[in-house]
């Protein structure tokens, strides 16, 4: 009786979940937009997919490795092939994938699908023929940005503070502080007066994700960047003291001089212009601009350690050197075949080195403006570089899921930190190295033993902690 009872509860489970599956995966429907006059892109196409997709494809992260954040990403496609087949919308995947019709729907559970207008606009200008923009050179697109869904959670920044104590991670939109040495999670940063574009409030750091961390050496500040603005934390009691907004796109790198006097701030808007901006500390005021120093988004920054120069990394392919304050250009070092993603300095100001979307780091002799040599140090793209403190040493991370140390002086492999099982987006280190703490698509942070590798911590929020089995008392 019991058997049958189970075999009843078995088939009457699978049968409700069946319907309430079918339910949920109705495909939606494209509402049907009778119009003679061409569909403009930027006006009436682009403003969607900001609103809608931006989130998870643009930046260093690109779900599916495609980038909706140009005209040209979009038509290029991704890892599924071409999203868009012009004068056929059916036959598009952004159309298939976006009504839910074929899986993977887009966008993914949680988040806000698009509606059946915004599904008939984009049919509408596919089947016109999927026209470029009609207005040539920079455009100015206004972005509505909303919270990220909760599923959306990678850890795009980390820091390690200068007296190794403590661990910042940036997870989604939310920032966490950590004991560095037993993990224990101290506080989370929120911005009090933080509100969506219709004025619901947001308990979070940032609207949007975070892209990029800095502690200065002083240890008094933590300064995150996000979507057109970065903001300026106290870490010893949490308290935002400053929101600087304005810039082009999200601020995707940032470093601080070694003097801790200047703040160097990176990003810009794909496809149209680098944005490289240097504060001053503490007053946070602009003291320098580079001006159409690079083509494409800047993705790494990096002061000389004189503090007279800063080096930059583009997704134009170029490593180049301006002088601070005034901005001159230097020189420029050219050998990635895809984007450059980050650039480090060595201590002694004689060697660079720069991560690439080709899966190699170049190291080069700054004073003979020629590569030194190549290491193939990833097998996908070095998202991340940073040098060691003093040391020739620097660390890298890749889409490889592989956190790695090598010597910039011969390109050996120092040595290896196991344990992510993904993407990994970001890395942090104390000045002498002992504490290295890095994150990716996973939304783990892990810190490691820095001098022989070993993983010690792996750190989650609060929130996020898997949940403990409950112990069983027997009963006497």
Known sequence: MRALLL??????????ALAQAKKEIKPIPIAEIKRTDPVIYEKEIEPIFYKKCITCHSGNVKEGRFDISTYEGVIKGGRRGTAVVPGK????????LGTKSEKPFMPPRGEEPLSSQELGLIKLWIDQGAKAPTTSGPRKTVV???????????????AVSPDKTSVAAGRGNQIHLYDAGSGTHIRALFDPGLKTPDGKDVKAAHLSIVESMAWSPDGKYLVSGSFQQISIW??????????????????????????????????????????IKILDV???KQV????????????GICFKPDNKMIATASADKFVKVWEIPSGKFVKSFEGHTHHVLDVGWAADGKLLASAGG???????DYDKGEQARTINAHSKQVTRLMFIGKKTEFLTCGGDSQVKAY????GGNVRNFAGANDFVYAIGTSPDGAVVAAGGQEGVVRVYNGANGSLLKSLLPPDAQPKQPEKKTEKK
Do not use: C, Q
């Open 7 to 16: 075999i009843g509860v078995a088939a009457i489970i699978p049968s409700s």
């Open 89 to 96: 919308s059916m036959a598009s995947n952004l159309i298939k």
């Open 144 to 158: 509505v940005v909303g919270v990220p869904p909760a599923n959306v959670s990678p850890v795009r920044a980390v």
């Open 234 to 275: 106290d870490p010893h009691t949490g308290m935002l003291r400053h929101k600087i907004g304005g810039f082009a796109h999200a601020v995707v790198a940032m470093t601080f001089s070694l003097d801790g006097k200047f703040l160097g701030l990176a990003g810009g808007e794909p496809t149209v212009e680098g944005e």
């Open 282 to 284: 503490p007053s946070w």
């Open 288 to 299: 320098a601009e580079v001006k159409n120093g690079h083509s494409d988004t800047v993705y």
């Open 358 to 364: 080709d899966n190699t780091v170049k190291v080069w």
């Open 407 to 410: 010597n910039a002086t011969n």
